[in-house]
């Protein structure tokens, strides 16, 4: 059985991480979306539990698994028996990066190779940043996030921006 593994934020689940995890699912046999708690984007909106949420709203595929990891990756992946992680690439400023974690991680676990899949063209410009910054201003997102899920964020955002003004006052 092929198990690979898709890390990342999710802080939130945006179409194009729902692209991603489609396109891995057809081509492994089992995936674990896994909400990685240890990057330098620490202190998410979300707690990764309410990211996983998000994400079981948003997308049920048979094989198609959720986590949440605090520690490495590639140790992660030795756990679970996976040997390949599963990487979105959106542009050129993507792929410094991430072929760099994926020779890091390769170091860290000799058995762990690094597939990527282009984003699809609708979703280049897509990022969980960019749909929370859009959210705080009340926008249309339909395009950007998951039907299911657009309250929640937008509840989210109102929320934060409510604290924020009274911590200002
Ligand atoms: P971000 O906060 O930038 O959306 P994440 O850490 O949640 O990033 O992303 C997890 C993985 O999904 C990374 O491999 C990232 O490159 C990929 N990814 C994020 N957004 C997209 C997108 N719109 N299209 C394709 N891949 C994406």
């Known amino acids: 059985m092929k198990t690979a593994i898709y890390p990342g934020s999710f802080d939130p689940v945006t179409l194009g991480h729902i692209n991603i995890i489609k396109r891995a699912a057809a081509a492994f046999d089992r995936v674990i979306v896994c909400v990685m708690v240890n990057s330098k984007k620490d202190g998410g909106i979300f707690t990764p539990d309410e990211r996983i949420a998000l994400m079981r709203k948003s997308i049920q595929v048979e094989n198609v698994e959720f986590d ?15 040997r390949v992680l599963v990487k979105g690439l959106r542009a050129v400023s993507d792929y410094e990066q991430e072929v760099q974690m994926a020779m ?8 762990l190779d690094t597939v990527f899949f282009p984003s699809s063209e609708k979703y280049t410009y897509l990022s ?42």
């Open 68 to 82: 949440i990891n605090y520690g490495l990756v590639a140790d992660y992946a030795k756990r679970k028996g996976a």
């Open 104 to 111: 890091v991680n390769s170091k860290l676990n000799p058995d």
């Open 128 to 169: 969980s940043s960019v749909a929370k910054e859009l959210a705080r201003y009340d926008a249309d997102l339909e395009e950007f996030l998951p039907r299911e899920i657009l309250e929640d964020v937008k509840k989210k955002m109102k929320k934060r921006s409510d604290e924020c003004d009274d911590c200002q006052h």
